[in-house]
């Protein structure tokens, strides 16, 4: 069984937030429970299409099951892979949810040693092989990008450079067309946590009349 869900709430969403954690590289963990050897390999998507790809990729066509679970910001698909309804991509999606991790997939692979563990015992070991493969990954912070845009005097342009440098902005575009004479519009994208400095050490350093635009 897969299930899927987005959300429409941007609160929710990594891009509106400081700075989300994720998986750095792929990680994996195996355990043998009851004579069925489960490997769990946890990694690092930013979208459906590197989801599926990692799917693709990792699944092992010759095991029993290959059972998984995805969540980017507020989408999230997880996958029965033919156990039970919600034995093991339910309890995979839940541990991606309790360790605060994001833009991440956990695959399960599971190879049946001949004893059931019941729905229960499912659940237990999907979830716990999970859980344990992305508490031992090692992650990385990522720090959301704002998209900004300023109109600006030509005559300030030099300064207003000096202070995207400063703060290490990246993606940095102008535009003489704007319209309005003796103007350009500077675009750019700033990590959020520095957002609201960059904008006082621009009305400081520059000008307090200077206009900022949210992209």
Same mark, same amino acid.
């Given at each position: ?10 609160? +929710? ?7 989300? +954690?994720? !998986? ?25 299409l590197q989801a599926e790809s990692f799917l693709s990729e990792v699944s092992d066509p010759r095991a029993t099951h ?18 039970? =309804? =919600? ?17 991440? !997939? ?22 716990? !092989? ?19 845009? !300023? ?45 609201r400095s960059l904008e006082e050490a621009i009305k400081t350093n520059c ?9």
């Amino acid at each position: 069984m897969v299930t899927a869900s987005s959300s429409s709430s941007s609160s +929710s969403d990594p891009n509106t937030q400081g700075a989300f +954690s994720t !998986i750095e590289g792929r990680h994996t963990c195996e355990k043998e429970i009851k004579k069925s050897k489960f490997i769990a390999i946890a990694g690092h998507v930013s979208d459906q299409l590197q989801a599926e790809s990692f799917l693709s990729e990792v699944s092992d066509p010759r095991a029993t099951h290959n059972c998984w679970a995805y969540k980017v910001g507020d989408q999230y698909r997880c996958n029965d892979d033919g156990e039970p =309804s =919600s034995t093991a991509g339910k309890p995979i999606y839940s541990a991606i949810l309790s360790s605060g991790l994001d833009r991440v !997939i956990v695959v399960v692979t599971r190879y049946f040693g001949g004893i059931k563990l019941g729905t229960g015992g499912l659940v237990r070991a999907y979830g716990g !092989i999970a859980m344990e493969c992305l508490r031992n990954a090692p992650t990385r912070l990522v720090k959301s990008k704002v998209p900004m845009g !300023i109109e600006v005097p030509f005559d300030l342009i030099g300064a207003l450079y000096h202070q995207l440098q400063t703060f290490k902005v990246e993606d940095i575009k102008q535009d003489y067309d704007t319209g309005k004479a003796g103007a350009a519009m500077v675009t750019f994208k700033v990590d959020f946590d520095r957002m609201r400095s960059l904008e006082e050490a621009i009305k400081t350093n520059c000008s307090r009349d200077i206009a900022f635009f949210k992209r």
